[in-house]
């Protein structure tokens, strides 16, 4: 098993430039989940999905879009790059959120720098 | 509004000590508390958790203290080890809410040896 796999692994744009981040995962897992990690903050929750053809926002959704067409893969799209969105990306993927504490499986990360 | 509070940003620990990091939280309605491991350049690892019904929950040398009255709860690495250097995140996720977990700032650990 892969478990969670991201691409790409880096990426640098310039200020207004459109990208697609793609997360998947092969555990079947009902939920996923995106994150950013800026220095001192921790992971921030941008989008996450309780299954194929849901999204729903988390903590800091601005200047992002999701899709989860299919259950095993989950899209993080940003239409108009700004330097903010400088970030580290992780996506994570849990069993079922049901029930107290669903462990969280992350991927290695996508380091996006915006210029 | 930052839920949980991680404290130190980072220590250094000579091999063989013992490292505490401490986090505070908000919201009485959390009910899972993990620790999560994050090596450079990787994506954080599920490290140990507990849940609020008990006060300490050890596996090998890491241990979670709870105290629920104080709203914070704290992981010691015993005996730590070179290998143990990595920034250590402890996170609080509620039933009610689908279980998104709220992270807390991260502490960076060096072990010396």
């Known amino acids: 098993n892969a478990g969670v796999t991201q691409t790409p692994k880096f990426r640098v744009l310039k200020t207004g430039q459109s990208m697609t981040l793609l997360c998947a995962q092969d555990m079947n897992h009902e939920y996923m989940y995106w994150y950013r990690q800026d220095p001192g903050m921790g992971l921030r929750l941008i989008h996450y999905?309780?299954?194929?053809?849901?999204?729903a926002k988390g903590e800091v959704p601005d200047g992002y879009n999701v899709s989860r067409l299919k259950k095993q893969n989950f899209l993080l799209g940003l239409e108009s790059a700004a330097p903010s969105q400088t970030s580290v990306y992780f996506c994570a993927s849990s069993y079922s959120g049901q029930g107290a504490g669903d462990e969280q499986f992350f991927g290695p990360g996508t380091r996006l720098t915006v210029l | 509004q930052q839920q949980v509070k991680q404290s130190p940003q980072s220590l250094i620990v000579q091999k063989g000590g013992i490292s505490i990091i401490n986090c505070a939280y908000e919201?009485?309605?959390?009910?899972?508390f993990p620790w999560y491991q994050q090596f450079p350049g990787k994506g954080p690892a599920l490290l140990i958790a507990?849940?609020?019904?008990?006060s300490e929950k050890k596996e090998g040398r890491f241990t979670i203290s709870f105290n629920k009255s104080a709203k914070q709860f704290s992981l010691h690495i015993m005996d730590s080890q070179p290998g143990d250097s990595a920034t250590y995140f402890c996170a609080a996720s509620m039933e009610a809410a689908g279980n998104k977990l709220t992270f807390g700032g991260g502490t960076r650990v060096l072990v010396k040896p």
């Open positions: 507990i849940r609020p019904d008990v």
């Open positions: 919201n009485t309605a959390f009910d899972y």
């Open positions: 999905s309780v299954g194929e053809g849901t999204t």
